[in-house]
């Protein structure tokens, strides 16, 4: 790799630097590299190049105080109007920016994919054996790709609302769902549907894992979820749809979906938790740690005694604990 070696010796700055045009491509291509990650955080570098720029822009330039890295990239640039090394880190960061929002892949697996294997696309990783090496939701990721970019409008969520509780309630009349997230701060769209659910029943049967899994089972049945992320015993993670009796939103996209299952006595902490946003949770929490109290996804409770949390019949007693003033939903959109 030519473009890493600059131990080379120190040439001068060719004379094409006169012409004009070259002039202004070659200060354009210096700018952009003072503008790389690993420029930018760098002081030395960054001085080295604000001097060079400057020196090039004077009327009566001294090449002489350029260093020996920085000359040769100029040198390159007039020679091939281009610079290896900038166009590498360019192509790095739109490999990352696109492979990255994969469902399960991260910032450093997009950086190996486009380093190691030269994958710059999603297009590419369709096509790539690379595949054969990742897991099933990284490659429910890829296949939905596309769907899963896109927000969901509101009027859809409204849709999957009914036909989620109509579905759930086949499993148990006495089930309450609620749609959390950004849909309960009443935005226009959402990055995906946060689903709460609980059983409104004081009788005690099955655990949360067994009504979890029912829940999901249902919802498969119903074909309203098409794809499993994760499963966990409190937590699931997927992928749902519109089934094709219903005629609004065609063609259908596949949607990213959350969903928990709490017990009666959660379920105003997790409503409150699970509406958001994350912001306003965090500003809450902080509240509430002056005061010598605690708030989880599922309970408020004072200084030590998580084992017996405060008695909570809806999300404003929250507040009241707190001593904070009762935001509406729709006024925790910070
Ligand atoms: N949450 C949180 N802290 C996090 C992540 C989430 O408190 N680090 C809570 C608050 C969020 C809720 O969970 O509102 C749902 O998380 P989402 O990631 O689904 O975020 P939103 O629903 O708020 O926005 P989006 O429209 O992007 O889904
Ligand atoms: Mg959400
Ligand atoms: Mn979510």
């Not at 710059?120 to 899963?148: A, F, M, V």
């Not at 937590?235 to 519109?242: A, D, S, T």
């Not at 404003?316 to 935001?327: E, N």
């Amino acid at each position: 790799h030519q473009f890493f070696n600059n131990k080379r010796e120190k040439t001068s700055i060719d004379d094409r630097i006169n012409d004009p045009n070259k002039k202004s491509l070659v200060i354009k291509i210096l700018e952009e590299l003072q503008n790389l990650d690993n420029v930018k955080t760098n002081t030395n570098k960054i001085q080295a190049y604000k001097s060079a720029i400057a020196e090039i822009q004077k009327e009566y330039p001294d090449f002489n105080s350029i260093g020996r890295t920085i000359t040769s990239q100029i040198n390159e640039v007039l020679n091939t109007n281009t610079l290896k090394i900038l166009n590498f880190h360019n192509q790095h960061s739109e490999a990352v920016a696109e492979l990255s929002k994969v469902y399960g892949i991260g910032i450093s697996l997009a950086s190996k994919l486009y380093k190691q294997h030269n994958i710059k696309t999603i297009q590419d990783l369709r096509q790539s054996k690379y595949k054969l090496r990742l897991n099933e939701s990284q490659l429910i990721g890829i296949r939905l790709y596309e769907d899963l970019l896109l927000k969901i409008p509101r009027k859809e969520i409204e849709i999957f609302e009914k036909l989620i509780d109509q579905s759930i309630q086949k499993i148990h009349p006495d089930m309450i769902t609620k749609i959390c997230g950004s849909y309960r701060r009443g935005l226009e769209q959402s990055g995906d549907i946060d689903l709460l659910v609980t059983l409104n029943h004081s009788q005690r049967g099955g655990n949360y894992s067994d009504m979890l899994r029912k829940i999901v089972s249902r919802l498969q049945k119903d074909d309203i979820i098409s794809d499993v992320l994760s499963h966990g015993p409190k937590k699931f993670m997927g992928v749902c749809i519109l089934p094709d009796s219903v005629s609004e939103f065609v063609p259908h996209k596949h949607r990213r979906i959350d969903i928990r299952f709490v017990t009666q006595d959660q379920f105003h902490c997790a409503t409150l938790y699970f509406t958001g946003s994350a912001w306003f949770n965090a500003l809450m929490r902080i509240r509430a740690n002056q005061k010598d109290l605690h708030i989880s996804e599922y309970a408020v409770w004072k200084g030590l005694n998580r084992d017996s949390p405060l008695r909570v019949t809806c999300e404003k007693d929250v507040f009241d604990y707190i001593g904070m003033k009762y935001f509406e939903p729709t006024e925790r959109d910070w």
